[in-house]
T-cell receptor
Framework: GAVVSQHPSRVICKSGTSVKIECRSL??????MFWYRQFPKQSLMLMAT?????????EQGVEKDKFLINHASLTLSTLTVTSAHPEDSSFYIC???????????FGSGTRLTVV | AQSVSQHNHHVILSEAASLELGCNYS??????LFWYVQYPGQHLQLLLK??????LVKGIKGFEAEFIKSKFSFNLRKPSVQWSDTAEYFC???????????FGGGTRLMVKP
């Protein structure tokens, strides 16, 4: 089946630094990638939708300049958390619509800890 | 806008008990419905999905869900839970255009051995 490879799975960074999270679709073309964030004991919250070759669409309340999304190819979408702060510590997960069975496939998630 | 609500936030059951997790959505058009499971420390996995046809959908690991259009519901069921079913369960909806998923708040299930 369709696979989305997400890495890193865990990252610890210092406040003020930037972290890049990558999601690659391994055996299908992902023209769209959804980026979610999950706070502890809460549900997934959609942050933004990236589309290959165009600007990402951000949900209300999500800072575009802080969470940079790039979808430069049909198999790669990246989320960069810029100038990270401890409150950015969270679980980030990407998801792409599958092309064959109308489902969604999820990356394995990235646990970001900002110290 | 579509929304999904899961009324049970925490459920604690003993092994072999029956499970039903509620999911209601609000959207006037045609929807696709999903149940996902997230085991501790793991990523989301699809349990089952409904697009059309038989409203009773069978998924992996003995789970099933029934789509009741008149009630805007898609409840998840399992006749006999196991300790290994301890996880968080998410109901999700998308419209027929295949746009982004809207998730419910999740239900944390704990099964006592």
């Amino acid at each position: 089946g369709a696979v989305v490879s997400q890495h890193p799975s865990r990252v610890i960074c210092k406040s003020g630094t930037s972290v890049k999270i990558e999601c690659r679709s391994l055996d299908f073309q992902a023209t769209t990638m959804f980026w979610y964030r999950q706070f502890p004991k809460q549900s997934l919250m959609l942050m933004a939708t990236s589309n290959e070759g165009s600007k990402a669409t951000y949900e209300q309340g999500v800072e575009k300049d802080k969470f940079l999304i790039n979808h430069a190819s049909l198999t790669l979408s990246t989320l960069t958390v810029t100038s990270a702060h401890p409150e950015d510590s969270s679980f980030y997960i990407c998801s792409a619509p599958e092309t064959t069975n109308y489902g969604y496939t999820f990356g394995s998630g990235t646990r970001l800890t900002v110290v | 806008a579509q929304s999904v609500s899961q009324h049970n936030h925490h459920v604690i059951l003993s092994e072999a008990a029956s499970l039903e997790l509620g999911c209601n959505y609000s959207y006037g058009g045609t929807v696709n419905l999903f149940w996902y499971v997230q085991y501790p420390g793991q990523h989301l996995q699809l349990l089952l999905k409904y697009f059309s046809g038989d409203p009773l959908v069978k998924g992996i690991k003995g789970f099933e869900a029934e789509f009741i259009k008149s009630k805007f519901s898609f409840n998840l069921r399992k006749p006999s839970v196991q300790w290994s079913d301890t996880a968080e369960y998410f109901c999700a909806v998308t419209n027929n255009a295949g746009n982004m998923l809207t998730f419910g708040g999740g239900t944390r299930l704990m099964v006592k051995p």
